[in-house]
T-cell receptor, first 115, second 113 residues
Framework: GAGVSQSPSNKVTEKGKDVELRCDPI?????LYWYRQSLGQGLEFLIY????????KSGLPSDRFSAERTGGSVSTLTIQRTQQEDSAVYLC?????????????FGPGTRLTVT | KNQVEQSPQSLIILEGKNCTLQ??????????LRWYKQDTGRGPVSLTI?????NTKSNGRYTATLDADTKQSSLHITASQLSDSASYIC????????????FGKGTKLSVKP
């Protein structure tokens, strides 16, 4: 079946612009996660959704970052007023339950470059 | 602070050789430890997952070990193939963490012909 998909695969934007990144999880997966992978760094947790609610937003690096999930499916990660330090690969993952116990399936990521 | 440290940072081996990657963690209370393989430009793919009571887990040519007392894990790759060239990431989950997994920075493995 279809895996986790993300769009766009690459995004180049100018500093100060807003960007929206999209994640389509595996159908039926209730949990959805966003991570950031900067060059030479490990994956950094940003936020997760259980259904449409986000119990843990502690990983969002600043108030310029927000995310929503509608219909228990598609999620968008929005970065406002982008900065050069936002340049990274943004990965989305989904699982049929909480990631502590269930397998996470990752999408291919969106490579964001802020110029 | 919950941390996962991996070594070496990078490794080059010849096709057909074996190798072992290391992972040390300070995550507490421990729930489980996973090894992922991440090909360039792709998302990570799970290789193994081990809970506190498991000492070893195999997946084909990949064998992971866990010593929960010393908080160390290793991933052994047998008879390496060119397709094994990738980053290998150690990930630890704390009990009750729900979604917040702790990722190591990975070991970049290059298998040369």
């Amino acid at each position: 079946g279809a895996g986790v998909s993300q769009s766009p695969s690459n995004k180049v934007t100018e500093k100060g612009k807003d960007v929206e990144l999209r994640c389509d999880p595996i159908s039926g997966h209730t949990a959805l996660y966003w991570y950031r992978q900067s060059l030479g760094q490990g994956l950094e947790f940003l936020i997760y959704f259980q259904g449409n609610s986000a119990p843990d937003k502690s990983g969002l690096p600043s108030d310029r970052f927000s995310a929503e999930r509608t219909g228990g499916s598609v999620s968008t990660l929005t970065i406002q007023r982008t900065q050069q330090e936002d340049s990274a690969v943004y990965l989305c993952a989904s699982s049929s339950g909480l990631a502590e116990y269930y397998e996470q399936y990752f999408g291919p990521g969106t490579r964001l470059t802020v110029t | 602070k919950n941390q996962v440290e991996q070594s070496p940072q990078s490794l080059i081996i010849l096709e057909g050789k074996n190798c072992t990657l290391q992972c040390n963690y300070t995550v507490s209370p421990f729930s489980n430890l996973r090894w992922y393989k991440q090909d360039t430009g792709r998302g990570p793919v799970s290789l193994t997952i081990m809970t506190f009571s498991e000492n070893t887990k195999s997946n084909g040519r990949y064998t992971a070990t866990l010593d929960a007392d010393t908080k160390q894990s290793s991933l052994h790759i047998t008879a390496s193939q060119l397709s094994d060239s990738a980053s290998y990431i150690c990930v630890v989950s704390a009990r009750g963490s729900q979604g917040n997994l702790i990722f190591g920075k990975g070991t970049k493995l290059s298998v040369k012909p």
